[in-house]
């Protein structure tokens, strides 16, 4: 059963620092692009940054490009977003999610494309 998992989140200060991780079972994650997703109260969810299957295209949204950096260990079976100079506005439950695209190439980050989601970590930024 295909199950990702999304760990990481947590409290921290305007101006910090976070990681999270999405770890993937019963699936082969070489095949799969990830993409990580927030929402934040009364919003929609919105597409944060994903990458390709290889890893070897990424993307970001317009607020956190230069600030956050998405990354895979196919290997070790879990993608990565590591989240610097944080800010309130980055406050929202954060989602990763799979697309089944083996042709390296899709790195999309519209939530419609995407077919497996996790359970969401919530973070959030306030002093």
């Known amino acids: 059963q295909l199950q990702l998992v999304e760990s990481g989140g947590g409290l921290v200060q305007p101006g910090g620092s976070l990681r999270l991780s999405c770890a993937a079972s019963?699936?082969?994650?070489?095949?799969?692009?990830i993409g990580w997703f927030r929402q934040a109260p009364g919003k929609e969810r919105e597409g944060v940054s994903c990458i390709s299957s290889s890893g070897g295209r990424t993307n970001y949204a317009d607020s956190v490009e230069g600030r956050f950096t998405i990354s895979r260990d196919n290997a070790k079976y879990t993608v990565y977003l590591q989240m610097n100079s944080l800010q309130p506005e980055d406050t929202a439950v954060y989602y990763c999610?799979?697309?089944?695209?083996?042709?390296?190439?899709?790195?999309?980050?519209?939530?419609?494309?995407?077919?497996?989601w996790g359970q969401g970590t919530q973070v959030t930024v306030s002093s």
């Open positions: 019963g699936f082969t994650l070489d095949y799969y692009a």
């Open positions: 999610a799979a697309a089944y695209r083996p042709g390296a190439k899709f790195n999309s980050c519209t939530k419609d494309s995407y077919d497996y």
